[in-house]
């Protein structure tokens, strides 16, 4: 089973998170603790351009290290669709690639 792997890249003004891989239920409970240790304070920006697949449990995962504050999130297709399914394009901001291009 794909796991989760994220990176942040720490080198800008704002840390970007850079998800790839699966957010399932079998993955985030141990990406949760990672990234709490990792990224103490909220992320602004995501880039899930990577994530292949992605649950319920992954949804709560972003809101969780947002602490729902709004976000950019650069989304693949299976993130887009789902944050759009549960009504939370105001809280994950998505946006295209091309438009993140000088911000990631």
Request: glycine share 4%; hydrophobic share 45%; net charge positive.
């Amino acid at each position: 089973m794909p796991r989760a792997h994220f990176t942040i890249d720490a080198a800008r003004a704002q840390p970007v998170l850079i998800l790839r891989g699966e957010l399932d239920m079998h993955t985030t409970s141990h990406d949760l603790v990672a990234l709490r240790h990792a990224a103490p304070v909220a992320v602004r920006m995501i880039d899930a351009r990577d994530v292949t697949f992605i649950d319920a449990s992954g949804i709560s995962l972003l809101l969780a290290i947002t602490g729902n504050r709004p976000t950019d999130i650069i989304a693949s297709t299976p993130v887009r669709r789902l944050i759009e399914l549960c009504g939370l394009a105001p809280t994950l901001r998505v946006m295209s690639p091309r438009r993140a291009n000088g911000r990631v």
